[in-house]
Structure formats: structure tokens, C-alpha cells
């Protein structure tokens, strides 16, 4: 399965730190997309990395993929309460269904 | 502009009862989708319609489940007698289309279903 397995599962950190997490999938991929979802909310799209991409910015977040280990990373610099929010990962293949793992809840403390 | 919008927020529901959730796309979005998310996972992909046409179902869970879009807008996700397991939160996302489907979906806040 294309699925996008992220770890870890929790993270807890003090505001200012950096938080990472990784993602990981089984197939061929066409790009990487990274949501957050703030709890009771839907999805908001954070960045996607192209299959021929190997790293991108955009603000505070920093995502990598190594595409010959199946992997992602989604790097969150210097951390604050607002970042408090489940992060998935979701792998994307053939056509346009996106599969999301169990996601990693990050919880930053003020 | 206003983004995906998902009616009703919550929906409470008797075992057996039929319901029908509603998705609003952000103008403009060609591609719709449906999602199921159960409570501390992520989610799991239901239907993608392209304008009216469904163009994979492959994820609805029974032939309870029936999603269409007639005018490629609106977009509804009908749920007939249904069971305890389906509740849930029910996302809907839209997306422009894009070559080898490189775009990014906008998602919806989503309708909480519970079924007593």
C-alpha cells in the first residue's frame, strides 16, 4: 500500500524547540503531501514535495524526502502553543486519492 | 473566498435511520473527495468524483454507502440504515486538477456522524 506510516506517534516539546517527525511509504510515489489537523477541524495543506524533489521550505517547516528509502521528514523550527495539532503525512501515487497513516499528535508546551 | 464547506457540523443519528451529509467545494474545483476519519486515526479515502463523474468508489465500506455529484458542484454522501460503526467524522475535500495530480486538497471541517 501506498500508505504513509508517520512516526512517532506523540511528541511533546517546549516552545521554542524543534519538533520532527517522519513518514514513511511502500511504493512508488509522485509527491508528498504533509496536512495538520488542529483538533475538531478538517485538514490543512502544509507543503508537497515532488517526487524529484529532495527538500522544501516554506515558512518555519522544512520537509525532506529520500524517495530510495521511502521516506519523509517534516521539521518544525522553533515551536510554538499554536503548533499543537496532529501532523499526517499522505503519500500520493496514479490518480488523486491521497492515503493517510495514523498521524504524529504534537503537543508544545507554553 | 470561501473554502469547503460541510453541512451539518453534527449529525445524530438512530441505528437504522438513513442520513445525508452535504459538501459545498471551493468554486472552481473540479476534484471532490470523501473521507472517513475515526476517532484518533487518519483519514480514510471513501469516493473521488471529476466534475458529476465518480471516478473511484473503491473506498465506501458497503453498498450502504452512496455519494453523487449531479451538477459537478454540490456533492452529497448518503448512508442508508445505518449501523453504529459508521460514526465517525465524514471530510470532503476539493482540489483544482493538475498534472500527475500534484495539487493540494482543501478539506472542509467535516460532519461528526453518531449513530445510537
Known amino acids: 500500500s501506498q500508505q504513509g506510516e508517520e512516526d512517532p506517534q506523540a511528541l511533546s516539546i517546549q516552545e521554542g524547540e524543534n519538533a520532527t517527525m517522519n513518514c514513511s511509504y511502500k511504493?512508488?510515489?509522485?509527491?508528498l503531501q504533509w496536512y495538520r489537523q488542529n483538533s475538531g477541524r478538517g485538514l490543512v495543506h502544509l507543503i508537497l514535495i515532488r517526487s524529484n524533489e529532495r527538500e522544501k521550505h516554506s515558512g518555519r517547516l522544512r520537509v525532506t524526502l529520500d524517495t530510495s528509502k521511502k521516506s519523509s521528514s517534516l521539521l518544525i523550527t522553533a515551536s510554538r502553543a499554536a503548533d499543537t495539532a496532529s501532523y499526517f503525512c499522505a503519500p500520493q501515487a496514479a490518480g488523486n486519492k491521497l492515503t493517510f497513516g495514523g498521524g504524529t499528535r504534537v503537543l508544545v508546551k507554553p | 473566498g470561501a473554502g469547503v464547506s460541510q453541512s451539518p457540523r453534527y449529525k445524530v443519528a438512530k441505528r437504522g435511520q438513513d442520513v445525508a451529509l452535504r459538501c459545498d467545494p471551493i468554486?472552481?474545483?473540479?476534484?471532490l473527495f470523501w473521507y472517513q476519519q475515526a476517532l484518533g486515526q487518519g483519514p480514510e479515502f471513501l469516493t473521488y468524483f471529476q466534475n458529476e463523474a465518480q471516478l473511484d468508489k473503491s473506498g465506501l465500506p458497503s453498498d450502504r454507502f452512496f455519494a453523487e455529484r449531479p451538477e459537478g458542484s454540490v456533492s452529497t454522501l448518503k448512508i442508508q440504515r445505518t449501523q453504529q460503526e459508521d460514526s465517525a467524522v465524514y471530510l470532503c475535500a476539493s482540489s483544482l486538477p493538475g498534472a500527475y495530480s500534484n495539487q493540494p486538497q482543501h478539506f472542509g471541517d467535516g460532519t461528526r456522524l453518531s449513530i445510537l
Open positions: 468554486s472552481g474545483h473540479v476534484s
Open positions: 511504493t512508488s510515489i509522485n509527491n
